[in-house]
């Protein structure tokens, strides 16, 4: 009968390398997997193994890259289809959203502006590759980031990363906020209206979409609640206003192939046109008296809003297809009225991202 001695709570070499021997005698007589069980870094041990490297952990300053040690770093992104997880299947769109840099646009005027500006970028993924290099979208869009932009340099940009990443579909979208200065209604006043624009340049099986998205925010004056406050007014002497709210209409225009410029400007005008009780930037008691004399010679239903934005597009020879997305968002109700409108098949759709009136919200 074997008797084993207590090991004491601190105990010394001797009681170790007893320990040790037992470990190891008990590991001859079990298989792998229970050696493994056990604890790896024991499993390690026994097995002639180290139970942890010694890694350095000063961080190499002085290190220099060398051609051989570059051509030895891993790319599991561009790796074999055998890397491949889930369904191998085609990815319409891969790539990155959202970073940003100071852009110079061309303006009407004739003067570049420079403007703060989040990019997004995409390419179409073949079933059987694992993935592409993220930095080559932003390296590609670097190389024309300096030039003025316009839809040209987008293509420009776009072909270099269709050519770098061996994508046959591809996507560039520019957000950013365009200033145009406002003058106020009566007072002479002026300050800088500034309007969510993003330029989308689309190519899908070799054709190219040009596309101007534009937020313009209005105050929309309800039609039945003004005729039910002159009614309060005539038969009862009874003070009431009409209720009216701040809205968003969203503007998505494809621009014809080969049509003149469409600026920034046009569009805006357009919508100006459409609905002229656009919200106002400077105000005193007089501009403040000209807009509510303005919504009340302007109502309208969301219906109307879309129907005075389609009017005015459908007016515009430079412009194809275009959707238009309007949101009343409602100070009498809980909730926003909405209508959308869509000419042509660019931005007809049946389904729609659940929170897209979510973003017809306008924070100033």
């Not at 050696?35 to 350095?56: C, E, H, N, R």
């Not at 209206?193 to 929309?220: C, K, P, T």
């Not at 005075?308 to 959707?323: A, G, K």
Request: glycine residues 4%; contains cysteine; proline residues 5%.
């Amino acid at each position: 009968m074997n008797i084993s001695t207590p090991i004491s709570p601190k105990p010394n070499r001797t009681e170790a390398e007893q320990a040790l021997e037992t470990l190891r005698a008990w590991a001859a007589d079990v298989d792998a997997s229970e050696l493994a069980a056990l604890d790896p870094a024991i499993a390690q041990v026994l097995t002639g193994g180290k139970a942890y490297p010694l890694f350095d952990r000063e961080y190499p300053a002085d290190f220099e890259i060398e051609a051989e040690y570059k051509a030895s770093l891993p790319d599991l992104q561009n790796g074999p289809s055998s890397l491949i997880k889930g369904a191998n299947q085609q990815i319409q769109h891969v790539g990155i959203s959202n970073f940003r840099l100071p852009v110079q646009f061309e303006t009407r005027s004739g003067g570049p502006i420079t403007l703060e500006t989040s990019v997004t970028g995409s390419v179409s993924l073949e079933a059987d590759k694992k993935g592409i290099n993220m930095s080559r979208i932003m390296r590609s869009f670097y190389k024309h980031a300096e030039q003025t932009f316009s839809f040209k340099v987008i293509e420009a940009a776009l072909d270099d990363y269709i050519t770098d990443l061996e994508s046959f579909d591809a996507r560039i979208q520019m957000r950013f906020s365009f200033p145009m200065k406002i003058t106020s209604l009566r007072s002479g006043l002026e300050g800088y209206q500034y309007y969510d624009v993003a330029l989308e340049l689309v190519e899908q099986d070799g054709v190219r979409q040009q596309i101007i998205h534009l937020d313009y925010v209005y105050s929309s004056t309800c039609p039945c609640s003004l005729e039910l406050s002159e009614h309060a007014r005539a038969t009862r002497n009874q003070l009431a206003t009409p209720h009216s709210q701040r809205s968003v209409a969203r503007i998505s225009v494809l621009v014809k192939d080969g049509a003149e410029c469409l600026w920034f400007e046009n569009l805006i005008e357009a919508c100006r046109r459409a609905v002229p009780t656009e919200t106002q930037v400077m105000v005193k008691r007089e501009d403040e008296q000209a807009f509510a004399e303005l919504n009340a010679a302007n109502p309208i239903f969301v219906e109307d809003a879309a129907r005075l934005f389609c009017e005015q597009l459908l007016e515009d020879e430079r412009v194809s297809d275009f959707r238009i997305i309007a949101s009343h968002q409602e100070s009498l109700h809980s909730h926003d009225a909405v209508s959308v409108l869509t000419e042509g098949p660019t931005f007809a759709q049946a389904s729609f991202d659940p929170k897209l009136f979510n973003t017809l919200f306008h924070v100033g």
